[in-house]
């Protein structure tokens, strides 16, 4: 059974500072992996879809990255903002006729101005 | 990128009624959606995929005389909670693919449900 991992469970970084959100899983079967964003009481926002056969990702300031080996995916976020502070969540999908997406549970990320 | 909208954002209803949550599509036909239940930081869970003009596909566990779904058409679908219990309280969120088959998931608002 596919288990997705998250960590941290939550970072407080400062304006204007590089981070990096990590997710892993234990199935390196995956036919593609999706970073969303989740703003408080809110449904999710599609950030970053990187299907089995890429290595990376990018939009504006995001950069996601995927090591199918070692069952690994980094979200890069340049020069943070204030607006930047959600919940970040990765998911993994098995195969084009397997409807599951496997979530993590989410890093909360705080920015302060 | 594609739209997917839900409706009602929150509902407050009393012990052993029934709520409808919709989930539609704007701009593109989704013949498959997904309905997902999200507890106070935790993850998605996926509860069923409901499949336009057949019998929705429940997760395991899931109850689907308690959750019923209906895919009445290419760009609705509905989730009903029955007999609604406070246990059930949780943010209900739905999904769709949008055509060709790339795999990328987009998602409705969210519904939060708080039965009394």
């Known amino acids: 059974k596919q288990e997705v991992t998250q960590i941290p469970a939550a970072l407080s970084v400062p304006e204007g500072e590089n981070l990096v959100l990590n997710c892993s899983f234990t199935?390196?079967?995956?036919?593609?992996l999706q970073w969303f964003r989740q703003d408080p009481g809110k449904g999710l926002t599609s950030l970053l879809l990187i299907q089995s056969s890429q290595r990376e990702q990018t939009s504006g300031r995001l950069n996601a990255s995927l090591d199918k080996s070692s069952g690994r995916s980094t979200l890069y976020i340049a020069a943070s903002q204030p607006g930047d502070s959600a919940t970040y969540l990765c998911a993994v999908r098995r195969n084009p006729n397997n409807n599951d997406m496997r979530f993590g549970a989410g890093t909360r990320l705080t920015v302060k101005p | 990128g594609a739209v997917v909208s839900q409706h009602p954002s929150w509902v407050i209803c009393k012990s052993g009624t029934s709520v409808k949550i919709e989930c539609r599509s704007l701009?593109?036909?989704?013949?498959?959606m997904f309905w997902y239940r999200q507890f106070p930081k935790q993850s998605l869970m996926l509860m069923a995929t409901?499949?336009?003009?057949?019998?929705?596909?429940?997760e395991q566990g899931v109850e689907k005389d308690k959750f019923l779904i209906n895919h009445a058409s290419l760009t609705l679908s509905t989730l009903t909670v029955t007999s609604a219990h406070p246990e059930d309280s949780s943010f209900y969120i739905c999904?769709?693919?949008?055509?060709?088959?790339?795999?990328?998931?987009?998602f409705g608002e969210g519904s939060r449900l708080t039965v009394l």
């Open positions: 199935d390196s079967a995956i036919y593609n």
């Open positions: 701009d593109f036909q989704a013949t498959t």
């Open positions: 999904s769709a693919r949008a055509p060709p088959a790339t795999g990328e998931l987009f």
């Open positions: 409901s499949n336009e003009g057949s019998k929705a596909t429940y």
